[in-house]
Structure formats: structure tokens, C-alpha cells
């Protein structure tokens, strides 16, 4: 079911809003409009009854950001402009829910992006980050929990022999690249269509993430000089990287990738065929050849595909590798890492700079290792519970999707994976382009209305957390039933 639209309004839900940030007081659920039930279809045979959720609140509060930020928001995948529709403003979350400022419950199948691979407010996570913040918020000098963080991340890739924390993905990817340029004395860097590292400058040619959702062919502001030393390659495709090797001998700094791009929907590497190597292990192999480093940019499938991400996924072994996400368990932390003949020539033992004033902070710290020791203790558990309730979902949606006659392919690696709306294959970013992104807005508005909420963009995965079970899966499967044949009457 949808929510009436007969809730209660309050009056000014700005100054609503605001009263309760003011306070941090837990809004008083007594003063707030709740859904008379819940958000889903429990009936397979009945028509669409899928109404436009109330939200008054929401709508006001984007109103005011609109003030403020361009957009109305401080990311701009955030929007939901490529799908239409206002983005609900989030109040709070539990598990794999998320509650927004008009009280209406959402399934949560984005996770922040990635990092809540436990569920939200996860209670080790929430007690660890209250208990550093009694300590202070930030020293600005080291602390025992960099090493206890590092000790764990090491253990769990073994291609990290020696690290750096930074604060985002965006400063992991940059920072690798400088160290490739200058361990290789070469400029040129490989990347690939559709995947997406980060906002740095020379990383946004064809890159994946907004910049694919709002069909941004680079970005204004990043000199060709710079652009220039890019080469968007398309994925999977090895013969384009030997045809790059060949074309700027000795140039080419470094490949980077995403192993399992999730940046342009979630697109798989392809495996070995008839006697033909697999796509990450041609690549590891090519590079190795032409003295390139190999940078792995395990920020989204780090920790989410296996508990050493990709790399252990595919065995494969990288020279540099950057995370994000899940190593800080929903505060601000990226890494790079990798060789030590590499990672030595960072300041102050050699002359590649890079620092940052809250690198390693100690509320990151604390809820990073909470969360990765949390994987590491229960890891047996945790990835195959992800893989079937993934699998359950994504594939009973898919199901959904024939039985109403929507084109649809599906891509999945473990907990993270897209429903494009094209019959596919998609293996690049090309395939993935031929979407039909309006049905996929359509999809979206329905699913969200009954109380789902996927990535609001074709292009972008969607993950889910230990803490969604069957009562979810089902009612994701329900609420697509009825949306598919939303998608369907325009
Ligand atoms: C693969 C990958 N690399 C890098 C980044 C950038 O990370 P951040 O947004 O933390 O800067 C992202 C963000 O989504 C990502 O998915």
C-alpha cells in the first residue's frame, strides 16, 4: 500500500525541522504523522495502487536547501533529477530502513552510497563512534586506532603491504595517481568509460556516477592539459589497452579501474574464455609488461564483493589499491595503499606529498574498525547471507520484470547490482547507455512510493545490508510487481 494522503500536516515544517536539530532530541513520534501501516502491497492480484506518498515536509525542506546549496543538495547524485520526483529528506535510519521528515519508511537499497554494509545505527558501530567522541573529536596527531584500523585492512588485502587513511574516495584515487606518476616518471593515465574515481580533475573524462546520470561529457573546469592526459578506454576490452600501450610507448603511468564497475550500473569483468585471459587478469598482466602500475579502486566493491574485496574475488594482485565506504563504517575515511617500494615515496620519507588535517580521525577510525572487525569475525556468515538475500531480491524483481514484459537485465555480484532497463547484454558502458532511462524514472517514482528506495539513477548499483531479510525481500518483490505495471501504462 502507499501511504494516504490524509496525514496530518504541521504548519511550518521548516521551522519543525529546525526545532528538532536545534534540540538533537529524537523527534517525538507522539507530534509526528506516522504511516497508518505499512508501505507495501501485500496482494499480488491488485491493480496499481500505488499513490504519491505524502511529503510536505520533504518538499519544504528542499525548498530551504534550494537557498543554499546548488541543487539543493551537497552531492549532486543526491538529486533526483534523473529520475524526477523530489528526494525525500532523511531523518533517521535502523537497519534497513530509513525514515524521512513526513515519518514515511523506506526500504534502503543505496546504504549511503555503499558504507552500510551492516545496516544503519548498527549498534557496535554507534557505540564505538559515542565512545572516541568522549575522547575528543580530532587530536591532530596520531593514534593507536590508525594502526589497529591499518592492522585489519592489511589483513584483509594482502596486496596493501602499507597505507595511507584519507578522508574520502575521491582524495585515495587522486593521491594513487600522483605516487604512479612519480614512481614511473610517466604522465599518462588509463581509466575506463563509465567508471568513476572521484571528483580529481584528470579522473572525470567519461566518467561513471553523476557525471554518466547527467550526461556530463567531462567537466567544465578540468584544462585539456589535463583531460589530455587521459585515456578513456572502453571496459572489458583488452585489446584497447594493448592498442594504448602501443600507441604512447612508455608513457602510460598507470591503469586504474574498478574491478566490478558500479559507477556506470554494476557491470561485471568478463572471466577467461578459450584460452583468452579474464579482463582483470589480462589487465594485471599487461600493465606488469609495460611497467604501468596497476590501481585498483576497490572504494565501492571493497569489503561488499568479499571480505578483500574484488582482489580476492578474482585473485588478482594490484600495485595500488584505494577504499572508501565500508573501511570507515559511514564516516568520512578513504586508503590508499599497496607495494611499500611505492608507498615509501610519500612524504616525509620521500618527495610525493600528500596530507591532511583529518586524516585518520578518530571517529572514522572508531567506527572503521567496528565495522571491518565486525566482517572479519563473521564473515562466514555475512557474505552468504548478503549473496542470498541479494540474490532473492534482484532476482525476483527480474522475475517480475518478464512475467510483465519489461525488458531487463540484470547484473550481480554478491550485494551489489543493477536492473537495467534494456534487454542487454551490458558489459561496458555503452551497453549500459542503451538503458531506457525513462522507464527507469517511472520505476523508480513507483518503488519509491511504495516505500522502496533504489539508487535514483540507471546508472549506479544498488547494495543491501545484513540487516535486510525475507520481510524485505518480499516486499521489494510486491512493490515492483505493482511498479513494473506502472512502467508499463505510459
Ligand atoms: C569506485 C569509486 N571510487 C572513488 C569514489 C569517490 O569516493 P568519495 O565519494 O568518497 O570521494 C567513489 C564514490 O562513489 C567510487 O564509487
Sequence with gaps: MAIEDDQQVIADPIQFAHTQGDTGAEPADSIRPMPKSSAFYTEPTMSSKIHALARTRSHALQQRAERFFPGGVNSPVRAFR???????????????????????????????WGPMILGHAFPPVVEAIERAARNSASFGASTAAEADLAERVVACFPAIEKLRFVSSGTEATMSAIRMARAATGRKIIVKFEGCYHGHADGLLVKAGSGVATFGIPGSAGVPEEIARLTLALPYNDLPAVEAAFAGHPGAIAAVILEPIVGNAGCIPPLPAVAGAPGYLSGLRALTAREGALLIVDEVMTGFRVALGGALELYGIDADLVTLGKIVGGGLPVGVFGGKRAFMDLLAPLGPVYQAGTLSGNPLAMAAGIATVSYLQAHAAQVYPRLEATAKAVAEGVAAEAARAGVPLTLNRIGS???WFFTSGPVTNYAQAALSDTAAFGRFHRAMLDAGVWLPPSQFEAAFLSTAHGEEEVTATIAAAREAFKAVQAQ
Excluded: C, H, K
Design 416 to 418: 551489489m547490482w543493477t
Design 82 to 112: 534523473a529520475v524526477g520526483g523530489a528526494p525525500p529528506f532523511v531523518e533517521r535510519a535502523q537497519g534497513a530502513w530509513l525514515t524521512d521528515a513526513d515519518g514515511n519508511r523506506y526500504i534502503d537499497y543505496f546504504g549511503s
